[in-house]
């Protein structure tokens, strides 16, 4: 009976576990409907955002502070991760993704890479490297505000403008659907104009410009950069609650299999002991019989 009640502990287990994970993919459902309603919702006005800004001819001499291209000596990575786990290989393929991109900038002669977290995982995995983390941001993606990502953008773009960053790169998740993740690395700062052989075949608008080409263009520049960092924290949320939903699912499954399997095993375990038990009793009572 020793196994039977072994098999039972495990039931008993698996049950609860299975509880557990189909409560949170409830939850993540519900997390994840929310996120994906507010990330459709901004791509919209991020491209168009983008669409102006590459309409705007930049090869008329009309630069900004943020199309300074410099020589690489100092390169800040933006890593944007998850607070919780539990969500498959979420939060360890944007930790591989931006240790890749550090030896990358270490292999052709960068002086030093620094770098900003944005998620606990990501936070508490490169803290162990001294003096790499210069800032964590984890508290961010509790609450999700355009004015608080705003606030962040800006002292990050204010630090590029004072020469302390040469090139600034997001690694994040971007959002494709509940099943899939796009590992994605973008170049935040410098802002890449658009030259002429980016835009053939493509008709340019005619705008006409009030007060003038560069005044808008200083203007935009820093709200597009804006938009286009609180489009990659929606991106990356959006994509951490899809991740999680998906591995609470499989789970979820897993768990019912297993109880298959358990419950299989007890059944065939108990009729075994009920077996050895009758042939007891007929042996005992054959034994009285001689």
Same mark, same amino acid.
């Given at each position: 009976?020793? %196994?039977? /009640? ?19 993919? @409830? ?9 994906? %309603? ?14 102006? !800004?590459? +309409? ?16 690489? *000596? ?9 607070? /919780?786990?539990? =969500?498959?290989?979420? *939060?360890? &393929? ?12 270490? $292999?052709?002669? =960068?002086?030093?890479?620094? @770098?900003?977290? !944005? ?16 800032? $964590? ?5 509790? $609450? ?18 004072? /020469?302390?960053? +040469? =090139? ?8 494709? *659907? ?18 002429? $052989?980016?835009? #053939? ?18 203007? @935009? ?18 994509? #951490? ?12 499954? &897993? ?11 007890? &059944? ?7 077996? %050895? #038990? ?13």
């Amino acid at each position: 009976m020793a %196994n039977l /009640k072994e098999v039972r502990t495990r039931i008993a287990s698996v049950s609860s576990t299975q509880q557990i994970t189909s409560a949170m993919k @409830m939850v993540s459902a519900a997390k994840f409907r929310r996120a994906q %309603n507010a990330i459709l919702g901004m791509r919209p006005y991020a491209a168009q955002l983008n669409a102006i !800004i590459n +309409d705007i001819d930049i090869e008329d001499g009309v630069v900004t502070a943020y199309h300074e291209v410099r020589p690489l *000596n100092t390169v800040l990575l933006v890593v944007v991760t998850s607070n /919780k786990g539990l =969500c498959g290989a979420f *939060n360890s &393929n944007v930790i591989k993704e931006a240790t890749v991109r550090m030896a990358h900038y270490r $292999s052709v002669g =960068c002086g030093s890479v620094k @770098m900003i977290t !944005i998620g606990k995982r990501g936070s508490e995995f490169f803290a162990k490297q001294n003096g790499l983390v210069v800032a $964590s941001y984890d508290d961010l993606l509790d $609450s999700p505000s355009f004015d608080a990502i705003s606030n962040i953008c800006d002292s990050i773009m204010e630090s590029f403008c004072n /020469k302390e960053y +040469d =090139c600034i790169e997001l690694v994040y998740n971007q959002f494709k *659907n509940s099943l899939t993740q796009i590992l994605s690395t973008e170049q935040f700062l410098p802002v890449l104009p658009k030259n002429g $052989s980016n835009n #053939e075949g493509t008709t340019r608008n005619d705008y006409i410009y009030e007060p003038g080409k560069e005044t808008i263009l200083r203007e @935009m520049i820093p709200l597009t950069l804006r938009s286009q960092f609180y489009r990659v924290i929606l991106d990356s949320l959006a994509a #951490e609650h899809g991740a999680r939903m998906t591995a609470m699912q499989k789970a979820t499954d &897993n768990a019912t299999e297993l109880l298959k399997e358990l419950r299989l095993s007890y &059944n065939k375990a108990r009729q075994a002991a009920i077996t %050895n #038990e009758i042939i007891e009793i007929v042996s005992g009572s054959e034994a009285l019989k001689g």
